[in-house]
DNA sequence: GCACGATGCTTTAGATTTAAAGCATCCTCT
DNA sequence: AGAGGATGCTTTAAATCTAAAGCATCGTGC
C-alpha cells in the first residue's frame, strides 16, 4: 500500500484542488467586474487593452482558450455598449481588427486596477515564498500542458500559415 | 515605470496562470467524459458515486461550487437519463435525496477510473516533486479561500439578526 | 397555535460555452 | 489562371451557468 488516504493519484489531486482554488478566485474576480461587465466581456477587453494595434479574433479565440463562435457574441455585445470597434483588417478581407473605443479605454482604466487589486487581495494572507512557489510551478505545469510551438525554423513555415 | 515584464503582482499573476492551466486541463476532462456524459453531469455523477448514502441538492451546490438552480437542469437530464434517481428525504419534505442507479454506478465504473488514468497522464511529464508540492500549494490556496467554518462553539450565532 | 424569517428547490431571463456546419476569402500548387 | 484545401468568422443546437424571484416547508419565538 503506497498512499490510501482517499486520494488516487497525485495528478488527479492536484486537478481537484485546482478546480476548487479556481471556481473559488472565479467567484471574487466575477464580483469584482460585475455589474459593469461580466468576466468574459472582461477578459476580452483586458486583451485588448493590451494591445493597442488591434486583435483579430483567432488571436483573442488562442490567447483566451475559448471556441472562435464564443467569441462572436461576446464581441456583438461589447460592440452595441460602445466599447470595442472592430475595422476591416488592412489585408485579409475575412478577418477583423478588434479595439478599444475611447469609452473602452475608460472604462478599463476604471476596472482594472480595481480587479488587480480584488485579486491581489486574494492572495494576501498566502507567505510571498508560498505565492511565488505557486507561479512558477504553474509556469511550468502550462509549459507542459501548452502544445509545442511549431519549431519555425529558417526551412519550412507552415503552408497556408496565416498568423505564424 | 516598474512595469516588469508584463507582470503587476504576483497573486494576479497566479490567478492568470492558474486560469490557463485550468482551461487546458478542463479542455482534456471533457474529452475523456465526452460523448457519454458532458463534464457537469460526470461531476455530480463523482459527487454521487462517493456518496451512497445519498446528497442534497444543496451539499451538492457546496461541494461542487456551482448554484442550486443550476443542478436543477443537471440533474433532471440524468434523471432523464435513468442515471440519477431521487427519492423524498425522510424527515424534510423539502429536501431531495439523491442516488446513482444502477444504471449510473455501472456508467461510473467504467468512467471513472478511464478518466483519472487521462488526468494522471497530463502530469506524468512533471516531476514528482514538483507535482507534489503544487497540491500542497493549492491545498494552501484553497484553505485561505475557503470561508472560515461557521465556528459553532458554544454560542450560537444568528439570534435572528441575519440580514433584516 | 401561529407569525415569520430561514432553508431547499424550481423557474426565469440573459449570458456563456462548445461542437459542428456554413460561407467568404486566402494560399499554394499545378 | 484555376482547383483544392486551409483559415477567419458566423450561425445553430443544446447544455451550462448565475442572479433573482417564487413557492413550499421547516424551525423558532411569542
Given at each position: 500500500?503506497?498512499?490510501?488516504?482517499?486520494?488516487?493519484?497525485?495528478?488527479?489531486?492536484?486537478?481537484?484542488?485546482?478546480?476548487?482554488a479556481?471556481?473559488l478566485i472565479?467567484?471574487e474576480a466575477?464580483?469584482s467586474?460585475?455589474?459593469?461587465?461580466?468576466?468574459?466581456?472582461?477578459?476580452?477587453?483586458?486583451?485588448?487593452?493590451?494591445?493597442?494595434?488591434?486583435?483579430?479574433?483567432?488571436?483573442?479565440?488562442?490567447?483566451?482558450?475559448?471556441?472562435?463562435?464564443?467569441?462572436?457574441?461576446?464581441?456583438?455585445?461589447?460592440?452595441?455598449?460602445?466599447?470595442?470597434?472592430?475595422?476591416?483588417?488592412?489585408?485579409?478581407?475575412?478577418?477583423?481588427?478588434?479595439?478599444?473605443?475611447?469609452?473602452?479605454?475608460?472604462?478599463?482604466?476604471?476596472?482594472?486596477?480595481?480587479?488587480?487589486r480584488d485579486i491581489a487581495r486574494l492572495f494576501s494572507p498566502m507567505?510571498?515564498?508560498?505565492?511565488?512557489?505557486?507561479?512558477?510551478?504553474?509556469?511550468?505545469?502550462?509549459?507542459?500542458?501548452?502544445?509545442?510551438?511549431?519549431?519555425?525554423?529558417?526551412?519550412?513555415?507552415?503552408?497556408?500559415?496565416?498568423?505564424?
Amino acid at each position: 500500500m503506497k498512499t490510501r488516504t482517499g486520494n488516487g493519484s497525485p495528478g488527479l489531486s492536484v486537478w481537484l484542488r485546482l478546480m476548487k482554488a479556481y471556481n473559488l478566485i472565479l467567484r471574487e474576480a466575477r464580483h469584482s467586474v460585475e455589474p459593469s461587465l461580466t468576466l468574459p466581456q472582461f477578459d476580452v477587453m483586458a486583451q485588448l487593452s493590451r494591445r493597442p494595434e488591434g486583435v483579430t479574433f483567432v488571436d483573442l479565440s488562442r490567447s483566451l482558450l475559448v471556441s472562435p463562435g464564443n467569441l462572436t457574441g461576446i464581441v456583438r455585445r461589447l460592440e452595441g455598449e460602445g466599447l470595442v470597434a472592430r475595422e476591416a483588417h488592412e489585408s485579409d478581407r475575412r478577418a477583423a481588427r478588434l479595439r478599444l473605443t475611447a469609452a473602452g479605454r475608460r472604462k478599463m482604466s476604471a476596472l482594472l486596477p480595481r480587479h488587480a487589486r480584488d485579486i491581489a487581495r486574494l492572495f494576501s494572507p498566502m507567505p510571498r515564498g508560498e505565492v511565488a512557489q505557486l507561479r512558477r510551478l504553474l509556469g511550468n505545469l502550462t509549459h507542459l500542458l501548452e502544445p509545442a510551438p511549431p519549431a519555425v525554423t529558417a526551412v519550412a513555415r507552415k503552408p497556408g500559415g496565416g498568423t505564424p
